[in-house]
């Protein structure tokens, strides 16, 4: 039951810059949400290395047996290197992986419950996967609709671009409130038109420039934000 005026909570867990010296930077990228509607812990990507997430997650005072779930955007170290650590922690966890990646990660985490996403579904209440989205690789993104509808979307690299991603969750018909996560080589500036909260992280070339085009919805991003939608 949901116990507050906000939907999630979302922790930065890892990123290459860094706002507190009590958290480790390094590259990639890796949230940790908090999910009011149903009181479990799911994190989004695991960054390239087990004992830095590890220690930026408890630097939060969280303990990584209540994650119940990982989302992994795609097959990169930098994405999901730090999976191993969340693994021999809590090795029956659930992780969502782009379906392309399911025979490799069901064979390496053997006592996890691995599950192959293709299409968009629902992980749980207020969390969806966009599906996986084509490029020279497949990527998905992860969805959260808010108490007030508004829809944050979280991304770890957006190589397919973070328009596509946009375009898979138009059948919602809600607002996109925010942008969260790597926006890598994006440069189709009007897509972002309307978006409340602009949060580019690690991998996102031309973050200055989306900052000097939108000075009030662009948020810096780094391990050890703390935000809540």
């Known amino acids: 039951m949901q116990t507050t005026l906000a939907s999630f909570d979302i922790k930065i867990v890892f990123d290459n810059t860094i706002g507190d010296s009590e958290f480790i930077p390094g590259f990639g990228f890796s949230t940790l949400i908090y999910n009011h509607f149903t009181g479990n ?3 989004f990507d695991t960054g390239e290395n ?15 047996k209540d994650i119940k779930k990982v989302i992994i955007s795609h097959d990169h170290i930098e994405n999901s290197g730090g999976l191993i650590g969340i693994y021999n922690v809590n090795p029956n966890i659930d992780i969502y992986v782009p379906n392309e990646s399911f025979i490799t990660y069901n064979r390496k985490y053997k006592e996890a419950h691995v599950h192959g996403i293709t299409d968009a579904m629902e992980i749980e209440p207020s969390i969806y996967s966009t599906g996986q989205i084509e490029n020279y690789l497949k990527e998905q993104a992860l969805l959260l609709k808010t108490e007030n509808e508004g829809l944050v979307l979280i991304v ?3 190589h ?8 898979t969750i138009q059948n919602f018909k809600k607002y996109v ?8 080589s994006f440069r189709k500036y009007p897509y972002l038109e309307g978006v409340e909260f602009i949060g580019p992280c690690y991998c996102s070339e031309h973050s200055d420039e ?9 948020q810096k991003i780094c391990v050890g934000s703390s935000l809540c939608f």
């Open 41 to 43: 812990y799911l994190l």
């Open 50 to 64: 087990p004992d830095d997430l590890l220690h930026n997650i408890k630097e939060f005072d969280i303990e990584i």
């Open 156 to 158: 770890g690299c957006a």
């Open 160 to 167: 397919p671009g973070v328009e596509e991603f946009l375009f």
């Open 177 to 184: 409130k925010a942008i969260i996560g790597g926006f890598h």
């Open 210 to 218: 989306i900052q000097k085009r939108f000075p009030e919805q662009y």
